[in-house]
């Protein structure tokens, strides 16, 4: 894979996180927050890869893998979430635990382990790719939330929860 292949790869990989952590940005974390979330992402984008890459060469060479509907379900969950968020009148409890990060960066790097399945070198430098450009894009997208958040409240964080659902809806 060349270098301009690996870049475009990465921003799209990155895109869900994006979008998503723009859906989280409205919960107005800390900064913190915003770090350990966006680098456990980026980790995720980092290994899933390549356990995409080591299932392909070891287990699954010409089995066909959809991961379809785990990702709607895990995106209907988040939305639910989101929702109960706004119901409870809390504005900090979402992602807070590490079980509930892990689940977030499943979600939004599930979508790598397929693209590892697809690369045709084994190489460091995608999954690296990978990890960095969906770090900086899930932080970007948290900061771009909050400003959403301050600038529209609630109706942001409804919002956000609609995307949830609409993304489950498209993994279907």
Not at 61 to 74: A, D, E, P, R, Y
Not at 110 to 133: M, R
Request: proline residues 1%; hydrophobic residues 60%; charged residues 10%.
């Amino acid at each position: 894979m060349e270098l301009l292949s690996i870049i475009l790869v990465s921003i799209s990989l990155s895109m869900d996180a994006f979008s998503l952590s723009l859906a989280y940005g409205t919960l107005d974390f800390s900064r913190m927050m915003c770090k350990k979330l966006s680098l456990t992402v980026g980790i995720f984008h980092f290994f899933m890869p390549l356990l995409g890459m080591l299932v392909k060469y070891f287990l699954v060479l010409h089995l066909s893998i959809t991961f379809h509907f785990v990702t709607f379900f895990i995106y209907i969950y988040l939305g639910i979430m989101l929702l109960l968020e706004l119901k409870e009148e809390r504005q900090i409890s979402l992602l807070t635990s590490f079980s509930e990060i892990l689940l977030f960066s499943l979600a939004v790097s599930i979508d790598s382990f397929t693209v590892g399945i697809a690369l045709e070198n084994f190489t460091l430098l995608a999954p690296l790719s990978f990890a960095i450009f969906s770090c900086f894009f899930t932080f970007l997208g948290l900061k771009l939330g909050k400003k959403m958040y301050h600038l529209f409240g609630k109706f942001a964080i409804i919002l956000g929860s609609l995307f949830f659902f609409l993304l489950a809806i498209l993994h279907l």
